[in-house]
């Protein structure tokens, strides 16, 4: 997302010094990083270890394409990526799904055509369209594009074939009657369009974050093909509509595919809009805010705090000039977690439950303590990766030697083992952030760490989490508990 905003923002011209030093910083971070995640002989997996997973390494040729726009990178790394793809290429054209997480979910009813679509897609993008395997792999998604009967793969093909297209600045008449056929596909709302998905996506989303992803998907190939402007600009709609209260779209994946389809539609050109929009709180606080051609696309924030706690709260939106405006309206508040408490036994079951004990409450500075955590799947089904979120007291230190052999513990299991795995963790100041494979409802993850005491303090640890990482309203939240660490 960091670098598809900063694209958003030179694309627009609204960039300034500052804000692109921050994002140049943030993705040189992220650059370094994501280089730790190539393995060795070629490609990438999910944590670097062999072996290499063919969509995750379409994957890091897009972000690395993309990112290429913006910051300049070692383009060597593109390079290898693709030489490993093509080399791992069947004769007829297509790709395998392969082993790894995200082609087994991916093609666990649509086999290799998703699977290839996507590569081809990636590797038009990355600059090797002229690769007669490149052309090879669209000969394969196109002879077997008449089996398609799912939004999601025939978006994925669609994309495929509208990125080679592009290299010629016009569409073949077979990727114009793919579109119409996507077109076809579409569900309205009133004046917003939507591709409803049965099928899991690349990563393992489903539901209404799949149907995200799915819109995303067709309305990047409708924008960027030029094709059905006015179901295109509905399907815009139903994107802006599906924002989460934090300005995104609840999975980081279907945050980049929505944020890459806003960004092709600031491309096709500006809206003539001309407007003053008057924005009241209860009849009093009132914010004025102008949009004009030149920001238009703009997103504006608007931020009361005379709310009515407890009763009706009226906002009203004025408009003087002209043009086609959406927004949104969300809000947040705090409560005492005792409050929260109550108010969750009068709602349905969260469909994770995470206990988390800690041996004792009360200690002395250079203490140590027993930490279990106990998480469950409440609903049939798993989990093929999830993330548990714990909260690390202040004044206290944690015992990465425990970590590290729940990671060992696992390093050698299957692919297809069926129980819950620690793959991977990360420490920040204030959490440990666990890694989860294979969370499933009969399965649940037990496993245990240590903490020590370094300073005297009365505190109280921050909530503790664990959901779905591809699906997370699948989450269950933990009270935080006080500790007392004596001189």
Aim: hydrophobic letters at 40%; charged letters at 20%.
């Amino acid at each position: 997302p960091n670098i598809l905003v900063l694209d958003y923002l030179q694309t627009t011209g609204q960039i300034s010094p500052e804000t692109q030093m921050t994002a140049e910083d943030y993705i040189n971070i992220g650059y370094q990083r994501l280089t730790t995640f190539e393995v060795n002989g070629g490609g990438f997996s999910l944590f670097g270890d062999a072996p290499a997973d063919t969509m995750l390494t379409a994957f890091a040729i897009q972000e690395f394409t993309d990112m290429n726009k913006v910051y300049a990178i070692d383009t060597a790394l593109i390079q290898r990526s693709a030489d490993w793809l093509l080399s791992n290429q069947n004769s007829d054209g297509s790709w395998d799904p392969g082993g790894g997480y995200h082609e087994t979910t991916l093609t666990m009813q649509t086999d290799r055509l998703p699977v290839t679509s996507y590569i081809v897609w990636a590797l038009a993008d990355g600059g090797f369209s002229d690769d007669a395997r490149t052309q090879a792999g669209l000969d394969f998604v196109r002879e077997q594009l008449s089996q398609v009967d799912d939004p999601y793969v025939l978006a994925l093909a669609a994309n495929a074939l509208v990125a080679i297209d592009s290299e010629s600045g016009q569409l073949s008449s077979f990727t114009e009657s793919v579109l119409d056929r996507l077109a076809g596909m579409a569900e309205y709302d009133g004046d917003a369009a939507y591709w409803n998905s049965g099928a899991s996506t690349f990563m393992g989303s489903e539901g209404q974050t799949a149907d995200i992803e799915t819109t995303a998907l067709a309305a990047y190939a409708l924008l960027r093909g030029d094709s059905h402007a006015d179901l295109a600009n509905a399907a815009v709609i139903f994107l802006v509509r599906q924002k989460d209260s934090f300005g995104t779209w609840y999975s980081t994946q279907a945050t980049m595919l929505s944020l890459k389809a806003l960004i092709e539609t600031v491309r096709s050109g500006a809206e003539n809009t001309d407007a003053q929009v008057i924005v009241k709180l209860n009849g009093g606080q009132t914010h004025t805010v102008a949009v004009t051609p030149e920001t238009f696309d703009v997103v504006q924030l608007v931020s009361f705090d005379d709310v009515n706690p407890g009763a009706h709260n009226t906002v009203s939106i004025q408009v003087e000039g002209q043009g086609s405006l959406m927004y949104q309206i969300s809000g947040s508040y705090y409560l005492p977690w005792a409050e929260i408490a109550a108010i969750q036994d009068t709602l349905e079951p969260e469909l994770v439950t995470i206990d988390v004990t800690y041996e004792r409450t009360e200690l002395n500075v250079d203490d140590t303590i027993n930490v279990g955590v106990t998480v469950t799947l409440n609903q049939e089904g798993r989990a093929d990766w999830a993330l548990i979120d714990l909260g690390i007291p202040p004044g206290f230190s944690v015992k990465t030697e425990d970590l590290n052999a729940l990671v060992d513990r696992y390093a050698d299991v299957p692919e297809d083992y069926a129980f819950p795995t620690v793959k991977r963790y990360e420490l920040t100041g204030r959490q440990i952030i666990l890694y989860i494979g294979n969370l499933s409802h009969q399965e649940p993850m037990s496993l245990e760490y240590r903490l020590q005491a370094k300073f005297p303090i009365v505190a109280q640890t921050p909530a503790s989490n664990a959901y779905d990482y591809y699906n997370p309203d699948v989450h269950g939240e933990q009270a935080p508990v006080a500790i007392v660490v004596n001189p």
